[in-house]
Nanobody, 123 residues
Framework: QVQLAESGGGLVQAGGSLRLSCAAS????????LGWFRQAPGKEREIVAV????????YYADSVKGRFTISRDNGKNTVYLQMNSLKPEDTAVYYC????????????????WGQGTQVTVSS
């Protein structure tokens, strides 16, 4: 497993942007697929985006396609989520997660989780 710590959340107006970062510890960072998930109050956790070991493959939930971009820097052991054109419905706690598989998009395949960072989008 790896240890994960998210940062970059906050309050933003609709239409604005935020970039989330997730720093990981562990020498095998580059061997993990990484994902961002979110959970809004009263709702189940949902996948947002996933990036493969090498960064060559990505997956996005339909609700964020064209607005969010996931990327990783294996030299810095960090994964990012650039969020543009934010909407009030993007309000949630965002979690970073790591999977020992090369590229999986189910939460059950992720075995390391961060503590989460709050994103609030005002209308």
């Amino acid at each position: 497993q790896v240890q994960l710590a998210e940062s970059g959340g906050g309050l933003v107006q609709a239409g604005g942007s935020l970039r989330l970062s997730c720093a990981a510890s562990g020498r095998t960072f580059s061997r993990y697929a990484l994902g961002w998930f979110r959970q809004a109050p009263g709702k189940e956790r949902e996948i947002v985006a996933v990036i493969s070991w090498t960064g060559s493959s990505t997956y996005y939930a339909d609700s964020v396609k064209g607005r969010f971009t996931i990327s990783r820097d294996n030299g810095k052991n960090t994964v990012y989520l650039q969020m543009n054109s934010l909407k009030p419905e993007d309000t949630a706690v965002y979690y970073c997660a790591a999977s020992p598989y090369s590229f999986k998009v189910q939460s059950r395949d992720f075995d390391s989780w961060g503590q989460g960072t709050q994103v609030t989008v005002s209308s």
